[in-house]
């Protein structure tokens, strides 16, 4: 009898963890949907495009405009979309959507606030967070923690950081949430 009950709860446990964990594939979809167009224009303008910037530019602008819109709507209902309700593919979507609003930087705080619970949960990316940490510094006018976000030098063909918080360490805060080294992720810049 106590290995029936054992038995029983277990496939109720089961049966619970399951059913919080399934995947929302309808929101899932819909993100990698706005995802993919997000992308569309920015490879565009990273290639020879039959486009001109002009085209690029306007597109790429309504484009995030139109997903801003759908993401705070989802963040109004479901928080920050983690693994667990759109999958790994999902939620790195979604973090490039808010990535991409710029024009509403409380919008973007909101949302990393909400990240940073999910992440807390290994429910979220951890270096999606600190490149959304870094960009909403950037955008406020503060030094960046992980040296994230950079600018190029189009004479020179160099990739620098913006300003960053104690400089000597970033390389071990960037370790400790999965990001390459700071010079080697430069380097990508600046093969571009």
């Given at each position: 009898?106590?290995?029936?009950?054992?038995?029983?709860?277990?496939?109720?446990?089961?049966?619970?963890?399951?059913?919080?964990?399934?995947?929302?594939?309808?929101?899932q979809k819909k993100i990698l949907v706005l995802f993919n167009n997000d992308q569309k224009w920015?490879?565009?303008?990273?290639?020879?495009?039959?486009?001109?910037?002009?085209?690029?530019?306007?597109?790429?602008?309504?484009?995030?405009?139109?997903?801003?819109?759908?993401?705070?709507?989802?963040?109004?209902?479901?928080?920050?979309?983690?693994?667990?309700?759109?999958?790994?593919?999902?939620?790195?979507?979604?973090?490039?959507?808010?990535?991409?609003?710029?024009?509403?930087?409380?919008?973007?705080?909101?949302?990393?606030?909400?990240?940073?619970?999910?992440?807390?949960?290994?429910?979220?990316?951890?270096?999606?967070?600190?490149l959304l940490q870094d960009r909403v510094l950037v955008n406020t006018g503060h030094k960046q923690?992980?040296?994230?976000?950079?600018?190029?030098?189009?004479?020179?063909?160099?990739?620098?950081?913006?300003?960053?918080?104690?400089?000597?360490?970033?390389?071990?805060?960037?370790?400790?949430?999965?990001?390459?080294?700071?010079?080697?992720?430069?380097?990508?810049?600046?093969?571009?």
């Amino acid at each position: 009898m106590k290995q029936l009950t054992s038995l029983l709860l277990l496939i109720i446990l089961s049966t619970i963890a399951f059913g919080q964990s399934k995947i929302d594939t309808a929101l899932q979809k819909k993100i990698l949907v706005l995802f993919n167009n997000d992308q569309k224009w920015r490879i565009e303008a990273d290639k020879k495009s039959a486009f001109d910037t002009a085209t690029i530019n306007r597109n790429m602008f309504q484009t995030d405009s139109l997903s801003q819109v759908a993401a705070k709507a989802i963040i109004a209902k479901y928080g920050f979309p983690g693994y667990s309700l759109v999958g790994e593919d999902g939620s790195n979507g979604f973090w490039a959507l808010i990535q991409h609003c710029d024009n509403d930087v409380p919008f973007q705080q909101k949302s990393l606030k909400l990240m940073s619970a999910e992440v807390k949960k290994h429910n979220a990316s951890g270096e999606n967070f600190a490149l959304l940490q870094d960009r909403v510094l950037v955008n406020t006018g503060h030094k960046q923690i992980y040296g994230t976000q950079v600018r190029m030098d189009l004479k020179t063909n160099k990739a620098h950081p913006f300003p960053i918080q104690d400089s000597l360490n970033v390389d071990a805060r960037r370790k400790a949430v999965g990001l390459m080294p700071l010079n080697d992720y430069l380097k990508l810049f600046e093969g571009h």
